[in-house]
């Protein structure tokens, strides 16, 4: 008798990485998100496969019988499947789960939103240097006419003074919904991308780093401990994440780090001023106007020497229609409107068309790098679209 | 901020359409609300798993006494608050649909 596979469970909440900014967590909010954790794994390593059973024995061959042709691509193929009961009920339990994360998230820090804004408020002050906060920001439109990933009120709405708690439920639920696989303290991008920065320029000392779209900083803080000679800046257009990141990096010692509100489209540097500029899953968030302003920025910002690289879901070209069609449903279904545009962007030619030469643009893949007790990513595959390994894309200016 | 204004915040749907992928859209409803039960019972068994542990390692736990528990006034009490929560916890596509039909009629 063979030995049954036993599949892994995701590691508790309680694993997740504490903080000065860590929420008090109950046992039944702990056992809410390892609820929320397991569902999401199970989802991705037994339910998703489901589908392309349902469309290779059902779906397609009604849909040959009906056209006589298989389905074109993936919008006939999510048209088709559009009326399949299992891929209905995969979907809705799936939107069902990204909503109960949510809800999950803000029953746990609503509760102690106005000690998590004092806690935050105490620390700042002990650095209030690093924090720059510009209210004359606006939210782009890209971000304020749909609320991200199903997040209410997005990374910006703020309930109290100086709230944080957008912030402080986006760390607490990540772990959950990526099931550990991020690392604890969900850096895994930042310490993957600070390893392949020593690796491809070996001794290179950065003077100036420049993190796009840093929330909370969780990716930004694995490169000022790489570099701990280099100014680290992250930008981001929202409030409570600067403040809570701000806050969570000085209760780790690392209140050097500058958190500044700022529009990546139109940024308040001078030329030439960053020697290494990054992002990590932020440019599928803004749109086809933004990506190329950003983009100008970055060609505007950077030293000659310096580099840029930026963390995406890998494009589709080279994918199957049915593959295409799983990993589309993030932008029709879990408010991602920029998703599916950004995924067909072939980014090395947009970097080419803001002065980058051809020979110094590259792609690459980043796996996330997390406590040797966290589990890791093997392939690409991976819950489509929340895995810990990336495609990249940057260039050397 | 009051405790049921603090819950329907928490509760609070994202801005943009929620989608249905039943024909039947109160499948779509009923599967929330079903799901979130779900989630609830998960909860449930591992506070039970907990406390069950907790007291068989003390050498505490006559299960017998369980079946024979009767809450007192205040017990009693606390346990009611605790349903009021976990209804609205469960019902929270319904007061999502009220709180957009409210925003309509301004």
Redesign the interface.
């Known amino acids: 008798m063979t030995r049954a596979t036993r599949l892994d469970a995701a590691p508790p909440w309680s694993e997740v990485g504490e903080h000065a900014m860590s929420p008090t967590a109950t046992?039944?909010e702990i056992?809410?998100f390892?609820?929320?954790a397991n569902?999401n794994k199970y989802m991705s390593n037994v339910v998703v496969a489901g589908n392309a059973v349902a469309y290779e024995r059902r779906v397609a061959p009604h849909w040959r019988a009906q056209h006589g042709v298989d389905p074109a691509n993936r919008r006939e193929i999510r048209a088709a499947m559009?009326a399949d009961a299992y891929?209905?009920?995969w979907?809705?339990?799936r939107?069902?789960?990204m909503?109960?994360r949510?809800?999950?998230g803000?029953?746990l820090v609503?509760?102690q939103m106005q000690a998590l804004r004092d806690r935050a408020r105490e620390l700042n002050a002990a650095c209030a240097a690093t924090l720059r906060l510009d209210n004359s920001i606006a939210i782009p439109p890209y971000q304020s006419?749909?609320?991200n990933h199903?997040?209410?009120?997005?990374y910006y709405a703020e309930?109290i003074d100086d709230d944080v708690s957008a912030a402080a439920n986006y760390d607490a639920g990540m772990f959950a919904t990526t099931t550990g696989l991020f690392g604890r303290y969900l850096d895994g991008a930042g310490r993957g991308t600070a390893q392949w920065l020593s690796r491809s320029r070996p001794g290179w000392q950065p003077r100036r780093i420049l993190d796009l779209g840093c929330g909370l900083g969780h990716n930004l803080l694995p490169l000022a401990r790489a570099y701990p000679e280099a100014e680290v800046v992250g930008v981001d257009v929202a409030a409570p994440m600067l403040r809570y990141g701000h806050s969570r990096a000085v209760g780790m010692g690392l209140g050097r780090v500058i958190f500044q509100q700022a529009n990546a489209e139109r940024l308040p540097f001078e030329d030439a001023s960053f020697d290494f500029i990054y992002s990590t899953m932020f440019l599928h968030e803004t749109s086809h106007a933004a990506l190329r302003n950003i983009f100008g920025e970055v060609r505007r910002l950077l030293a000659p020497g310096g580099v840029q690289l930026h963390l995406e879901q890998p494009p589709y070209r080279g994918m199957s229609d049915f593959e295409q069609f799983l990993r589309d449903w993030d932008c029709?279904?879990n408010?991602e409107p920029f998703w599916s545009a950004l995924h067909e962007t072939h980014l090395p030619t947009l970097l080419a068309e803001k002065g980058f030469a051809q020979a110094d643009i590259f792609e690459t893949e980043i796996h996330a790098i997390v406590e040797d007790e966290m589990p890791k990513v093997a392939t690409a595959v991976e819950d489509f679209g929340r895995g810990g390994l990336w495609y990249a894309c940057g260039a050397a200016a | 901020m009051n405790e049921l204004d603090?819950?329907k915040?928490?509760?609070?749907?994202?801005?943009?359409k929620?989608?249905?992928?039943?024909g039947d859209h109160d499948?779509?409803r009923l599967?929330?609300i079903v799901?979130?039960m779900?989630?609830?019972l998960?909860?449930t068994r591992?506070?039970l798993d907990?406390v069950e542990r907790l007291l068989a390692e003390r050498a505490l736990l006559d299960r017998a006494a369980i079946d024979a528990y009767r809450p007192d006034g205040a017990a009693a009490a606390e346990r009611g608050q605790w349903q009021i929560e976990y209804l609205s916890?469960l019902l929270?596509v319904l007061q999502q649909e009220v709180d957009a039909l409210r925003r309509e009629e301004r």
Request: hydrophobic share 40%.
């Open positions: 046992h039944d056992a809410r390892n609820f929320l569902f559009s891929y209905q009920l979907s809705a339990l939107r069902s789960g909503e109960m949510q809800q999950a803000r029953s609503l509760r006419e749909l609320d199903c997040m209410p009120g997005s309930y029709h279904y408010n | 603090l819950q915040l928490i509760n609070a749907a994202a801005s943009g929620r989608p249905h992928f039943f499948v779509d599967l929330s799901w979130a779900a989630a609830e998960a909860v591992e506070r907990t916890r929270r």
